[in-house]
């Protein structure tokens, strides 16, 4: 495949703007969890852009704040914190901290001339409701694109082959087709132009000393099928 790679990371940090801070006078917990960032997908976002030579967009506003990574009809765009805000209130964030992400990626996409490869970086819980998540990486992305399909066969074989005794799964832990930034992207551009892919590391391999064994392999991964 000939792609030009973007790198995004809508779950970059869990900063809170000081406008909006006092939203969160007592989500402490909440904010350093899973639900207010991702853990290490900053990280792995800015490893794999250097790598690539590749832009990086990043959200390092606290997701419950507002949600880059839902729609704007999604019931999770604003969480229990920032719900009190008033309309006009709702629509200063999206036009702070929602809509130069989105539109900033959509735009670049446009301008290429290029096939793109969107790789959206995220990280997920090793726990969620007391189940186990066995899963090391996940690759999400729609079965029914055939690029992405084809991609992320031909990236799984040399992860697997790179990560011996990892779990590399397709679609696991969310499914490629939920409500996400590469879903709503899919709807602009067709499946030539457009390859939308999510990468969900393991936080358990967020630890600097394992997380570099797996962001050199999804470094050398990349080399050998973009």
């Not at 960032?37 to 990086?56: F, K, Q, T, V």
């Not at 969900?200 to 630890?207: C, G, S």
Request: proline share 6%.
């Amino acid at each position: 495949m000939s792609l030009t790679p973007l790198i995004s990371c809508e779950h970059g940090g869990n900063v809170i703007p000081p406008a909006y801070s006092h939203l969160f006078a007592n989500a402490g917990q909440a904010l350093s969890s899973h639900r207010g960032w991702d853990p290490g997908a900053l990280e792995i976002a800015l490893e794999l852009s250097r790598h690539l030579n590749g832009p990086l967009f990043k959200c390092e506003a606290t997701r419950l704040l507002v949600e880059p990574n839902r729609s704007l009809f999604s019931d999770s765009l604003f969480s229990e914190f920032s719900a009190e805000l008033t309309p006009t209130e709702r629509e200063e964030v999206l036009r702070q901290y929602y809509y130069p992400h989105r539109s900033g990626v959509e735009k670049w996409i446009k301008d290429s001339s290029r096939d793109i490869l969107h790789l959206s970086i995220h990280t997920f819980t090793p726990v969620f409701r007391d189940v186990t998540r066995l899963v090391d990486i996940g690759l999400l992305f729609d079965p029914d694109r055939s690029n992405e399909a084809r991609f992320c066969e031909q990236y799984r074989d040399v992860l697997m082959a790179l990560l011996p005794g990892k779990i590399i799964s397709y679609n696991e832990p969310y499914k490629g087709i939920d409500d996400g930034f590469t879903t709503h992207l899919r709807t602009v551009f067709d499946n030539h132009k457009y390859l939308g892919i999510e990468i969900e590391v393991n936080q358990k391999y967020t630890d600097p000393v394992v997380n570099g064994e797996i962001v050199l392999a999804l470094k050398q991964a990349l080399d050998g099928v973009i």
